[in-house]
């Protein structure tokens, strides 16, 4: 099957430094993309989605100046969080749908902000 | 609104026994349906998916699911349980291209 590879696994970084997580589709082409967060023991909770190409919808209550989305290509979309505190410490999975019916999920990225 | 409801936020179970986690899902249509499983620090691994004709689906480690439309229902088997088992366990629905999830259900398995 279609395989997704997000990089870093994990991190962890200072306060107020910024971390970009990669997410990759490395079988397929993804116009789309869809970053979530998970916190723990909670599901996942779909932040933006990454439009190749264009600018990056972001769902309610989500500041797209702190989580920047960047989908330069149709194998890759970034996400940065910028100026990290650490209630940004999350798991944050991306995934990659191919058509309508199917999506694909990296193996998330467990950041920590001390 | 399009949803998916996991009813057990946890379930214990022992070795050997079966197994069965609900899941009911609010569409305008009948929807995509998958079953998820995540363990610890990881990624979510697809078990099953249903789209249309057999309402039996099965899928990986033995898990199988039934979409009863009748109920709004999705819920996942599994005969006999596996210590190995033990993780979250994600349903979640699709309209498009775009995924709705269950809030999770944590299956621990004692010996």
């Known amino acids: 099957g279609a395989v997704v590879s997000q990089h870093p696994s994990w991190v962890i970084c200072k306060s107020g430094t910024s971390v970009k997580i990669e997410c990759r589709s490395l079988?397929?082409?993804?116009?789309?993309m869809f970053w979530y967060r998970q916190f723990p023991k909670q599901s996942l909770m779909l932040m933006a989605t990454s439009n190749e190409g264009s600018k990056a919808t972001y769902e309610q209550g989500v500041e797209k100046d702190k989580f920047l989305i960047n989908h330069a290509s149709l194998t890759l979309s970034t996400l940065t969080v910028t100026s990290a505190h650490p209630e940004d410490s999350s798991f944050y999975i991306c995934s990659a749908p191919q058509g309508d019916t199917e999506a694909f999920f990296g193996q998330g990225t467990r950041l920590t902000v001390v | 609104a399009q949803s998916v409801t996991q009813p057990d936020i946890h379930i214990t179970v022992s070795e050997g026994a079966s197994l069965e986690l609900r899941c009911n899902y609010s569409?305008?249509?009948?929807?995509?349906l998958f079953w998820y499983v995540q363990s610890p620090g990881q990624g979510l691994q697809l078990l099953l998916k249903?789209?249309?004709?057999?309402?039996l689906v099965q899928g990986i480690k033995g898990f199988e699911a039934e979409f009863k439309r009748s109920q709004s229902s999705f819920n996942l088997r599994k005969p006999s349980v596996h210590w190995s088992d033990a993780a979250e366990y994600f349903c979640a629905g699709t309209a498009g291209n775009q995924f709705y999830f269950g809030t999770g259900t944590s299956l621990t398995v004692i010996p």
């Open positions: 569409y305008g249509a009948t929807p995509y």
């Open positions: 249903y789209f249309s004709g057999d309402t």
């Open positions: 079988d397929f082409q993804a116009t789309t």
